[in-house]
């Protein structure tokens, strides 16, 4: 069975950091490429980061860029989200999102980052 479980959300400062985790399982995880979405209450679904199955490749949001990273570990099939100098504007329900190739797509059930003094 597949599963995606995403971790580390929580109520943070402004100023603050997070480091989002998602644990895979039920599936070849290197043979996918991992990326992190985020949903705020009334907009739309967006990127926020992703990464290539062998983590050498990465792509972000410019409303992250220099912010957040994001990495993986093929060995303990996780992939993480490490958001530092949160914002307001990040408050959002974050999704694990994995792809490839001749499969459908999975996705995770989220995790509630609130950015709040």
């Known amino acids: 069975q597949v599963q995606l479980v995403e971790s580390g959300g929580g109520l943070v400062q402004p100023g603050g950091s997070l480091r989002l985790s998602c644990a895979a399982s039920?599936?070849?995880?290197?043979?996918?490429?991992m990326s992190w979405y985020r949903q705020a209450p009334g907009k739309e679904r967006e990127l926020v980061a992703g990464?290539?199955?062998?983590?050498?490749?990465?792509n972000y949001a410019d409303s992250v860029k220099g912010r957040f990273t994001i990495s993986r570990d093929n060995a303990k099939n996780t992939v993480y989200l490490q958001m530092n100098s949160l914002e307001p504007e990040d408050t959002a329900v974050y999704y694990c999102?994995?792809?490839?190739?001749?499969?459908?797509?999975?996705w995770g059930r989220g995790t509630q980052v609130t950015v709040s003094s």
């Open positions: 039920g599936f070849t995880f290197s043979r996918y490429r």
């Open positions: 990464i290539s199955t062998t983590g050498w490749g990465t």
């Open positions: 999102y994995a792809r490839t190739l001749d499969y459908p797509p999975y």
